[in-house]
């Protein structure tokens, strides 16, 4: 285990660590946007694509955020940056598929051949945060941790099964364990 000198998470930060840590609030609110977007119009909604795109790049600073909490030479480190890029990739190609969907095209996941890789590569986005929860407990965020990973249990049935019961409630929980963060005191970089 290893002990880490905290500081509140207001305290003199550089413009990056202002980025990174304000997207662990800006990043659920647009996915819950996206969510809900889709909730209301449909899972094939062109708006709703646009803004899951963004979330999921969102979700991408939010990686490098708990990435750069954690020591530099922890292996959790690396697996959190390797899955999280390529869960970021993932997810964003399931709402540029969205859009694809709103212009009536054929959904890439029911096409065989090179368009099966959206499905592994979308895969990587629940994994990477089911690493992002393990981060935080180590890190000491011993509520936020557990509640992401309950979050991202339930993230794959609500989006692979396009249900929006789950996907919002979801999202909801995210913005809570993430956004709390923002304000919580924060480990020093390693």
Excluded: C
């Excluded at 996941?109 to 099966?116: K, L």
């Amino acid at each position: 285990m290893t002990t880490t000198t905290l500081r509140p998470a207001t305290s003199t930060a550089s413009p990056t660590e202002r980025l990174l840590t304000g997207a662990l609030l800006v990043a659920p609110l647009v996915y819950l946007a996206a969510d809900s977007t889709y909730a209301a119009r449909g899972w094939d909604d062109a708006t709703a694509g646009v803004l899951h795109v963004l979330g999921a790049i969102g979700y991408g600073f939010v990686v490098l955020r708990v990435a750069a909490w954690l020591p530099r030479d922890a292996r959790l480190t690396a697996w959190v940056v390797f899955t999280g890029i390529i869960g970021l990739v993932g997810n964003a190609a399931y709402g540029f598929e969205a859009i694809h969907m709103s212009l009536g095209d054929v959904q890439l996941v029911d096409q065989p051949g090179a368009a099966n890789l959206i499905k592994p590569l979308g895969l990587f986005f629940p994994v990477s945060f089911a690493l992002v929860a393990w981060a935080l407990v180590r890190l000491g965020h011993r509520w936020q941790g557990p509640l992401v990973l309950v979050a991202i249990v339930a993230w794959p049935v609500a989006h692979i099964g396009n249900i929006s019961a789950v996907a919002v409630p979801v999202n909801i929980a995210l913005v809570v364990a993430l956004g709390s963060l923002v304000w919580a005191r924060s480990p020093e970089p390693a």
